[in-house]
Nanobody
Framework: QVQLVESGGGLVQAGGSLRLSCAASGRTFSSYVMGWFRQAPGKEREFAAAIYWNGGSTYYADSVKGRFTISRDNAKSTVYLQMNSLKPEDTAVYYC?????????????????WGQGTQVTVSS
């Protein structure tokens, strides 16, 4: 079992910044991939960013590339999402997820473990 707990969500003005964190506990593997997904009301959950835990390779959706940065701290078993130049369209519930190797990092159906989500609201 793996537990994921997100924190850091809140209300921010357009153009501002916010940093989300995801703390992992339980059984963990160095070969895991950590991802951030987001879901706005009435829309499907979509991929935002991912990082390979051991190697550190990162991947981003075009909608957030250049504005968001994903990182991890192996010793703390924590992954972060630094969000800069936020836009109203970034408003959504953000979810942290984890999967083992064997699927696409951008495919939400490939992820086995999910956090409870944290709300991010960007005002215009």
């Amino acid at each position: 079992q793996v537990q994921l707990v997100e924190s850091g969500g809140g209300l921010v003005q357009a153009g501002g910044s916010l940093r989300l964190s995801c703390a992992a506990s339980g059984r963990t593997f160095s070969s895991y991939v950590m991802g951030w997904f987001r879901q706005a009301p009435g829309k499907e959950r979509e991929f935002a960013a991912a990082i390979y835990w051991n190697g550190g390779s990162t991947y981003y959706a075009d909608s957030v590339k250049g504005r968001f940065t994903i990182s991890r701290d192996n010793a703390k078993s924590t992954v972060y999402l630094q969000m800069n130049s936020l836009k109203p369209e970034d408003t959504a519930v953000y979810y942290c997820a984890a999967k083992s190797y064997g699927g696409s990092y951008s495919d939400k159906y490939a992820y086995r473990y999910w956090g409870q989500g944290t709300q991010v609201t960007v005002s215009s």
